[in-house]
């Protein structure tokens, strides 16, 4: 399976953000935003932002002189059981902000062996997750998340995946073709988060974003009721913005 496409910006935020953690990691006794600026080659316009986020995710916590030091989620990541306790926190934390900063749940999905699985959500009372009546991994034509994954998939990818699940009409605005819907993959631009307008579910729209790890394939997705649709693309643009520390959580 080839991938279509890599996010440029989250990568490039990753490969900061890695850089920092293991600056802070080699010298274990605290360093200064400036060492790290030196250390790291990252001007304080980029170097800021990184240790904001990185110091809300855990990864660093800095002391009372200033010094950046090795936060819980960093420490944790010193065994094997270790790694994946503090990542998998680490994560559920992340999207919970995120499902609060965006107002609509919150979906982390990956596609594994040709099919698609949500491995994390983030929901509350006021933003419940959409009821899942079609198994996701049967509506990949229809759902934000699929479109997502799908859309980081080669030719081959999705024709494979086209080939193992029908395209049922869920709704009037299902898509049921399957060349129109490669055509709007093919198409459809990497920076621009992809939408669900009902398609899959009448009274629920979505947006997904790519969260693509190396050859590891995932997304970032919200769901809304259809009433809250005006708030859908200032919704997608903030959970596209809020995806870096996922990324860094899934490449760690």
């Known amino acids: 399976m080839a991938l279509k496409h890599e996010p440029v910006a989250q990568r490039d935020s990753v490969q900061h953000a890695l850089r920092v953690l293991e600056t802070v990691a080699r010298r274990g006794v605290g360093v200064t935003d400036t060492e790290l600026g030196r250390e790291t080659g990252l001007s304080p316009a980029l ?14 916590e800095q002391l009372a002189d200033g010094a950046y030091v090795a936060g819980e989620t960093l420490a944790g990541l010193g065994s094997t059981q270790g790694h994946q306790d503090a990542l998998a926190a ?25 099919e698609i699985r949500i491995t994390q959500v983030a929901q ?3 933003t419940p997750a959409v009821n899942e009546w079609v198994d996701f991994r049967s509506s990949a034509h229809a759902s934000a998340i699929g479109k997502s994954l799908l859309g980081q998939l080669d030719l081959n990818g999705r024709r494979d995946h086209l080939s193992r699940h029908k395209m049922a009409r869920l709704t009037s605005r299902t898509i049921t073709n399957e060349r129109v819907l490669l055509s709007r993959l093919d198409s459809h631009p990497a920076t621009v988060p992809v939408l669900d307008l009902q398609e899959y579910a009448v009274g629920t729209v979505c947006a997904a974003v790519p969260i693509t790890a190396g050859s590891s394939v995932g997304c970032l997705a919200l769901s809304l009721p259809v009433e809250h649709a005006h708030r859908l693309h200032h919704a997608a643009d903030t959970l596209n913005r809020g995806a870096a520390p996922v990324l860094l959580s899934l490449t760690i």
Do not use: F, I, K, N
């Open 47 to 60: 170097l800021a932002p990184l240790l904001r986020m990185l110091r809300r995710e855990g990864y660093v």
């Open 90 to 114: 680490g994560l559920q934390r992340t999207l919970d902000r995120l499902c609060e900063t965006v107002g609509a749940a919150v979906y982390l999905s990956r596609y594994v062996d040709g």
């Open 124 to 126: 509350s009372v006021t």
